[in-house]
């Protein structure tokens, strides 16, 4: 199987596991490390941007281990022997060189408080996990380190190109080493999981480098990259040597690493204290899951927040554990699994009864002959949590910023703990189609929608005798019309073709529509029926 592994990884030279890197020719890569910094850094604040990481449910900060609160953060800049004498002294089997990028990246982490506050004490609840594992597999101990220079610790960070996860595998390599995805799991977003196949891919790479930097590397951009910039290097096996061959993140990529490793071995020397996270990782333990179970019955048995559940379980993508023909596992406060274990059949109940109630209320609203849904606005009242900021709270409710400071007239983007916003989002309702413009208003709809000679034919339609019988009127074919509301994926030609004898020239006539109209769900259409 291993054998197998490697000569796929040859095969293919754009499999990539981490952060998405383009092989360039050598005359296309930048010489300058600035395009490949930004990208790190473009990175980074993204990932430490995301609702996960910064919920205040997850991280408590005291004083007693935030320095922010009883003293300004002065950066400190050490000379390059410090920065060399401190690097050689972790005494690494990985190849821990300075040199002038290694030295930006040091101080690039160093200006970088709040993510490494955060990570301080993520690893608290992380790193016990990855030495295990790396002990197990005989890998070295530093390649915890790496895991923040993928994700900053974000079991559900996911990139631009869709690498997710602690350790950021891509859809196909995560298939390459048996990380599952579908509906309602996602193993890549397993701490677990992920790790083992982490290690597994370490491994593989160094029976084809062994050299840990170009192992490094790999996970990176991927073994086809690395291979090319080895041809046309000469034939180096030496990072450093190859690296102007190497995509630029790449090549960016290691020396972070080298920084990560130093920052987080010398935080204290910056000052740097960990905010705490809500659990370290003796105080979690595990449970195997045999029956479905849902987060919203496990939180009213377990007394347990949904955001804790998620936060424990981050494999679940929609809070839902689907243990049919699978056993899952559920990651629960230590204090928590006695409960959980007493009343386990309780909650699978409860959860097949929510099931069931859900299923049937998605049933009832789906669109029929006689009702339609709609999107509704619905005011919400959001209490500011601390360390949370209007982007933020914008971005955690799929609303624009703007849009939030001025429901809530402020003139600044400026918040505080405590502070209550209102929130306008949408929601799906079910309401009863009105058909209009029958009888008295089809003759006016009518006008509305026609003109020159076709208008004056209705008037003098409108004109006839009032001698007429009622069954002469009814030989010619009631025009009615009703009105549609344009469905997400909707477009005029498949409105058209759900109405006998409807076109979307007719379509477009009737309600006026040049050929730029745009089909805006929610928006409502006039629809011929009939005649």
């Excluded at 890549?188 to 192992?215: E, G, H, N, S």
């Excluded at 006695?338 to 998605?362: C, P, R, W």
Aim: glycine share 4%; with cysteine; aromatic share 12%.
């Amino acid at each position: 199987m291993m054998k197998i592994k490697i000569y796929i990884f040859l095969l293919l030279p754009m499999l990539v596991i981490g952060s998405s890197a383009n092989a360039q020719s050598p005359e296309a890569i930048d010489s300058s490390q600035g395009k490949s910094y930004d990208q790190i850094s473009a990175m980074l604040d993204s990932l430490t941007a995301q609702t996960f990481l910064n919920r205040a449910d997850f991280i408590e900060a005291t004083k007693s281990l935030s320095f922010r609160d009883n003293a300004p953060y002065e950066f400190k800049s050490f000379p390059d022997s410090v920065y060399k004498h401190n690097l050689a002294k972790l005494q690494s089997p990985i190849a821990l060189d300075y040199n002038d990028q290694v030295k930006q990246f040091i101080e690039f982490y160093a200006h970088k408080v709040p993510l490494m506050k955060r990570v301080l004490g993520l690893s608290k609840l992380y790193f016990p996990m990855f030495e295990e594992i790396l002990d197990k597999e005989g890998l070295p101990m530093e390649f915890k380190y790496l895991s923040i220079v993928e994700s900053a610790l974000n079991p559900i960070a996911c990139s631009r190109c869709g690498a997710t996860g602690l350790w950021q595998f891509m859809y196909t390599t995560g298939i390459l080493y048996d990380l599952k995805t579908t509906s309602y799991i996602d193993e890549r977003r397993d701490p677990y999981k992920a790790t083992v196949a982490a290690c597994q891919y370490f491994k593989d790479m160094y029976l084809i480098y062994k050299d840990w930097l170009l192992v490094i590397a790999a996970y990176n951009c991927g073994a086809g990259n690395v291979n090319r910039a080895i041809l046309r290097s000469g034939g180096s096996n030496n990072f450093w040597e190859i690296s102007r061959y190497l995509p630029s993140e790449t090549r960016s990529y290691v020396p972070a690493f080298i920084a990560v490793n130093y920052m987080m071995s010398y935080a204290s020397d910056y000052n740097l204290t960990p905010e705490a996270p809500a659990f370290s990782y003796f105080q979690v333990d595990t449970v195997t899951v045999t029956k479905p179970l849902t987060f919203n019955q496990l939180s009213k048995t377990l007394n347990v927040p949904v955001d804790v559940l998620q936060y424990l379980n981050p494999i679940y993508k929609k809070g839902y554990i689907p243990s049919l023909d699978a056993n899952y596992k559920l990651r629960l406060p230590y204090n928590k699994i006695g409960i959980y274990m007493a009343n386990v059949d309780a909650i699978a109940k409860a959860s097949y009864q929510e099931t069931v109630s859900t299923y049937t209320q998605q049933q009832a609203l789906k669109p029929n002959a006689k009702y339609e849904t709609v999107s509704k606005d619905v005011d919400k009242t959001y209490t500011v949590q601390r360390g949370e900021s209007l982007p933020l709270i914008a971005g955690r409710f799929g609303v624009n910023t703007s849009d939030l400071a001025k429901w809530n007239h402020l003139k600044g983007s400026t918040i505080y703990p405590g502070q209550k916003l209102t929130i306008v989002t949408k929601e799906i309702v079910k309401v009863e189609k009105q058909e209009v413009c029958k009888d008295s208003c089809t003759a006016a709809l009518s006008r509305d929608s026609i003109s020159g000679n076709d208008s004056a034919k209705f008037a003098k339609n409108d004109s006839l005798n009032s001698k007429q019988t009622a069954s002469e009127i009814k030989e010619v074919p009631a025009i009615n019309y009703i009105y549609y509301t344009i469905q997400p994926g909707d477009t005029l030609w498949n409105i058209a073709r759900r109405y006998q004898g409807l076109t979307v020239q007719k379509l477009k006539e009737i309600n006026k529509l040049n050929d730029n109209f745009t089909l805006t769900p929610g928006t409502k259409l006039k629809v011929q029926i009939g005649g």
